[in-house]
């Protein structure tokens, strides 16, 4: 087995529950009660969702409530992307650019925040019309 195969088996088997959830809700897993959490991680959702900056900065706070003090968020988002496309819809993207998300991770009560940022040569042939993906890691400070 490959490691990746070997990592997709242990990820699986560590799995204990898919709920439902709702980023724009006040609680986004509803009434399942199993946080806050030591680790959340979000892939491409926030520019998704929201519809503007201050949008991003609500959805991000409410991802960040289910964080745990001293827990880490892991985000990962496209930058200054404005659409993607699934083949058969395009959608609009807030477009964000890397200094915005951090100070707005540090804004939701984060600390030691870092990150890589994984540049396209070019997009010719992809789904969407960014330059690329950040890859951020921070610590939840205590309350
Ligand atoms: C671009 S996809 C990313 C999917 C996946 N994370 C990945 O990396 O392939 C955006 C995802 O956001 C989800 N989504 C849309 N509105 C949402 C909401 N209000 N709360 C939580 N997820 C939402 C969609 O179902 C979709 O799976």
């Known amino acids: 087995m490959r490691d990746w195969e070997a990592r997709q088996v242990a990820l699986r088997n560590a799995i204990q529950h898919v709920v439902f959830c709702d980023v724009r809700e ?3 897993l509803g009434t399942f009660d199993g946080g806050p959490y030591d680790v959340v991680s979000s892939m491409f959702l926030l520019s998704t969702v929201g519809k503007d ?4 900065d609500e959805i991000l706070s409410k991802l960040c409530s289910l964080v745990k003090p001293g827990g880490t ?5 496209d930058l200054e992307a404005t659409r993607y496309t699934d083949g058969r819809v395009s959608y609009p993207l807030i477009t964000l650019d890397a200094p915005y998300i951090r100070q707005a991770v540090r804004n939701s009560g984060f600390t030691d925040v870092e990150d890589d940022i994984l ?3 070019s997009t010719e042939g992809m789904n969407w019309d960014g330059t690329s993906y950040i890859y951020l890691t921070a610590r939840k400070c205590a309350e």
């Open 119 to 121: 540049f396209f040569r």
């Open 53 to 56: 900056r201050a949008d991003f």
């Open 73 to 77: 968020l892991i985000l990962v988002c």
């Open 26 to 28: 006040e609680r986004p």
